[in-house]
């Protein structure tokens, strides 16, 4: 069983930049689909953006494209998601998710595809 464990989380201003990890034990990020989304309460859970290990493409939402970029280490079974140009409503609860597929990314982040595996959730606030 894949267990993903989320860091980087934490308090930054506006405009200031973060970097969220997630980190996969149990098994490879090998022939998944890998994303990272965002929950505010009382509002829908958001893909932010998602990457397919075999070939590294990736999708990224229209609401941080050319703010938010992900990346993956896959000798390290690591994914990060760096942030940069922080806004007040990017202030959420991130979690990593991960599907054994080769389906295009923007299919875990939209949907159809499920994620089989969630971390548990790393807080980030964006305030001044």
């Known amino acids: 069983e894949v267990r993903l464990v989320e860091s980087g989380g934490g308090l930054v201003q506006p405009g200031g930049s973060l970097r969220l990890s997630c980190a996969a034990s149990g098994s490879t990020f090998e022939g998944h689909v890998i994303g990272w989304f965002r929950q505010v309460p009382g509002k829908e859970n958001e893909g932010v953006s998602c990457?397919?290990?075999?070939?590294?493409?990736?999708y990224v939402a229209h609401s941080v494209k050319g703010r938010f970029s992900l990346s993956s280490d896959n000798d390290k079974n690591v994914v990060h998601l760096q942030m940069n140009s922080l806004k007040p409503e990017d202030t959420a609860v991130y979690y990593c998710?991960?599907?054994?597929?080769?389906?295009?990314?923007?299919?875990?982040?939209?949907?159809?595809?499920?994620?089989?595996?969630w971390g548990q959730g790393t807080q980030v606030t964006v305030s001044a």
């Open positions: 998710a991960s599907a054994p597929s080769r389906a295009p990314p923007e299919r875990l982040c939209r949907g159809p595809l499920e994620a089989d595996y």
């Open positions: 990457l397919r290990t075999s070939d590294a493409s990736t």
